[in-house]
Structures are given as C-alpha cells and as structure tokens.
C-alpha cells in the first residue's frame, strides 16, 4: 500500500498559527547532502514498520478509515525517543494514531494506537480549548505571537502539552482534552520518572504480529454512574478476567489518581484487541477510541464493574 508520508521531525517542535486556524509544526530540518544519516535510516525504518502495524489494525471494527489514509510523524518526548503517528484522511482530517517507542537495542515498541477525528496531540482540539480556558483571547493574539508548546509523552497516563505562556509560567494540558491540568513542573517531573519505564516495558515489540481475537462493545458514560466512590474496585483484575466481563458488555471503568492525588483519570472500557503475542490492548472511549497496553496500566489503577 503507497502512503504520504511526512518526513520524520528531528527535535521536538515549537508551534505557531498556520493558514485555516490550525497550530501547525516549524518547518523541520533538513540533512545537509555530504551527510551519511542514521536518522534517515531509522526514519525509513519507522515508516516501514509503522506501516505493518497500520494495515494490520486497519482490518478491525472501528478502524476502516486507516486504509487509504495519508500518514504524518512527530517526535514526542522527553528524549525524543518515541513518535506520535497521525493518520489523516479526506481533506486532511484525523481518522486516528499511534504511539511508537525506540527499543534500547533496536526495533519499535507499539505503546497505543486509536481511531477518530480527535486523537492524541490534535491541534485544532488544542486551540479551540485554549480559547475555552481562557488561556488566549483568540486566533489573533497566537498568529502575533507563536505560541511556545511542546508534546510529551511517557505512558498512556502521563501525555501532555507542555506551554511555556509569555509570563513565563509553564503549564500543561491532557494531550486528548487540551484542559489545562492543576499540577506543577515538580509533579510532572516526579510522575514522569515513576511511570517512564512501565511504559517502555508494555506494548507490541514483535514486528510482524498480528490481532488474534478482539470486542468492541457500546459506547457509555462514564460518569452515569460513579462506582468509584460506591463499590469496591474488582480485586486482583487479570487479563483473562477483564476479557471475559468485556465479552459479556459489562461496563467496566477504570481510575487512575495521578500527580500526588490531584488529578482522577476515568476511562470507560469498551474493549479489546489481543494480539498473537498475547499482548492485550484494552480499548477505551475518550474522544474517539484508545487502545491501552493492559500490562502498562493494570499496576496503576483501579477496575470497577459496572
């Protein structure tokens, strides 16, 4: 299959205003001609191996909008050592991504991947909530002066926009929501080292695998009903366990408390991929679906039944 491909960014990027109202990257850097560049040959690399795992997931429900659809790639941090994949479809409208990790000895980790017009660091999600908070007046305020973003990524848990506002303040906003989250550099930084392994140890690292079995159940809220604050979290939640109350359309939440307990996260659970390397992603509802490597999260949360 002959896909667009962006060329492969070589640092994390500002942003500024482009044409149509949406935050569009610096232009990259480019290799000088004399230069042999091992970037461009793991870029090639990337977008091979990028590409197995797009036209594999594109055969599942919910997902079918991938098959033709043109490809971007950004580095996300810290270290620039992992990639945020964009799939794009008619008219340049996000139909989904992935998250893809460099292994220490070389190769890719899948760390998570979605579908839907809003997916992880979407900038038009990011400026129309900026606007929303009241964090810029307008278009016009960021077209006058470009606004100082970067994206970073750790775990499914901890993936933000990281401002730097004109006073100096740094501040950082859900890389799915855009709202702006009541932490401090400090917690960052302290939640970002706990959590940065767990996410590097989870995922799909063989190149050619495949999806063996998978659900994709209803939609639901979330918030309809609140288990967290009533019952008891279900006890010692084994992947065997969680495929089987997914398999009978329970409505299953999950709940992290994050950054010192100043932050709750609360996903719905609508599914799962298994993978034929017995990986498990479980797929969540938040602004379209996520798929969630179960072995980066289950240590760091709670599973409520219904």
Known sequence: MMRKWIPLYAAILALVIGSGG???????STSKPNQVSGEASQASDLERQADLWIQTIAKQNGFQDWLNASVDITPIGPGQHGWLVTLRGTGSVPVGYLIIHAKEEGGFILGEYGAGRHPAFDPNTLYTSMVHQGLIASYAEATKRPLKLE?????????????????????????????????????????????????????????NSRISTSRLNDIFDAYERMPWLTKKPIANMQTKLLVSLLDQKRQIRYTSELYDKQVLMVWPAIGYH????????????????????????????????G
């Open 274 to 305: 298994r993978w034929d390397d017995q990986s498990l992603f479980v797929a969540f509802d938040q602004y379209g679906s996520r798929f969630v490597p179960m072995s980066a999260i289950e240590s760091e949360g709670l599973f409520f039944n």
């Open 151 to 207: 994206r970073l990524y750790v775990h499914p848990l901890l993936a933000v926009w990281k401002w730097t506002a004109p006073d100096g303040q740094v501040r950082y906003l859900d890389a799915w929501t855009a709202e702006e989250l009541p932490i401090s550099e400090s917690q960052w930084q302290q939640a970002a080292k706990k959590l940065q392994v767990t996410s590097l140890a989870s995922g799909i690292a063989l190149a």
């Open 22 to 28: 949406v935050l569009s990257a610096a232009e990259p």
